[in-house]
């Protein structure tokens, strides 16, 4: 499923406009990258819980030199599914 299915399966069950819809998906998926970008925990209950995690330091390697780089830490968003959604 893309962002495009999304906005249609909400105008099909709530008879808003296309336009409208893809608002609200917009809206909804920006507030929750703000919330993220705050390291804020966005917990939806019945699907599931977001949460941005440190990402620790490591060497990895150029596959096609071979030699070492190293990886700067980071930020890593993570997800765990709710009861409902690990029912499926």
Do not use: H, W, Y
């Amino acid at each position: 499923m893309i962002k495009l299915d999304l906005v249609n399966q909400i105008v099909e069950r709530t008879g808003v406009s296309k336009t409208k819809a893809e608002q609200a998906v917009d809206t909804v998926f920006n507030c929750m990258k703000d919330a993220l970008k705050a390291n804020d925990r966005i917990e939806l209950r019945g699907f599931g819980v977001f949460s941005v995690k440190p990402r620790k330091t490591g060497i990895g390697r150029n596959p096609r030199t071979g030699s070492e780089v190293n990886i700067p830490p980071g930020k890593a968003v993570r997800f765990k599914p709710g009861k409902d959604l690990q029912s499926l």
